[in-house]
T-cell receptor, first 112, second 112 residues
Framework: NAGVTQTPKFQVLKTGQSMTLQCAQD?????MSWYRQDPGMGLRLIHY???????DQGEVPNGYNVSRSTTEDFPLRLLSAAPSQTSVYFC???????????FGPGTRLTVT | KQEVTQIPAALSVPEGENLVLNCSFT??????LQWFRQDPGKGLTSLLL?????REQTSGRLNASLDKSSGRSTLYIAASQPGDSATYLC???????????FGKGITLSVRP
């Protein structure tokens, strides 16, 4: 089991560029989510999915899109990157809510 | 709105000391509470999960307790080692909105 994998590990974007952060899990988990971690703010939920084809917004969804076409993958799209989106992004999965969550290694994103 | 507090933000102890990390939450209607460890530049690793009906969970040198009515949890680390140095975060699942709310973490340094 690879668990939860995220790519890339590091990324630098210019303001206005778009990109997709990839997240995949091989544990057949129904629930997947995206968080961002910022100094002094802790982890905040961006979007989540309770199964293929079902997504919903978390605490800080603006500027981000998600889709869940398969159980394994849950990509996060930045539509038009802004410096305020500089952060570390974590993907997590869980068999279902509210079971134990498993986190990926994170993507460190810098927007200049 | 659920709020999770971890105080102090940082702690430094000599090797071998037994220590307690505190976590408090404002809304006692939780499903469960999870303790995580985060090493610098890495993702979150789940340490212990306590269901709302449980009082404590143990894993090796770690023991987590939960007092739901008072909105408090503690993580007890026995015989601390330099390898325990990391940031410890607690998180609670609350209500029907599938949301895991995190504290900001306690950064622990164990001195040899």
């Amino acid at each position: 089991n690879a668990g939860v994998t995220q790519t890339p590990k590091f990324q630098v974007l210019k303001t206005g560029q778009s990109m997709t952060l990839q997240c995949a899990q091989d544990m057949n988990h129904e629930y997947m989510s995206w968080y961002r971690q910022d100094p002094g703010m802790g982890l905040r939920l961006i979007h989540y999915s309770v199964g293929a084809g079902i997504t919903d917004q978390g605490e800080v969804p603006n500027g981000y899109n998600v889709s869940r076409s398969t159980t394994e993958d849950f990509p996060l799209r930045l539509l038009s990157a802004a410096p305020s989106q500089t952060s570390v992004y974590f993907c997590a999965s869980s068999p279902k809510i509210p079971y134990e969550q498993y986190f990926g290694p994170g993507t460190r994103l810098t927007v200049t | 709105k659920q709020e999770v507090t971890q105080i102090p933000a940082a702690l430094s102890v000599p090797e071998g000391e037994n220590l307690v990390l505190n976590c408090s939450f404002t809304d006692s209607a939780i499903y469960n509470l999870q303790w995580f460890r985060q090493d610098p530049g890495k993702g979150l690793t789940s340490l212990l999960l306590i269901q709302s009906s449980q009082r404590e969970q143990t894993s090796g040198r770690l023991n987590a307790s939960l007092d739901k009515s008072s909105g408090r949890s503690t993580l007890y680390i026995a015989a601390s080692q330099p390898g325990d140095s990391a940031t410890y975060l607690c998180a609670v699942y609350t209500g029907a909105n599938s949301k895991l709310t995190f504290g900001k973490g306690i950064t622990l340094s164990v001195r040899p």
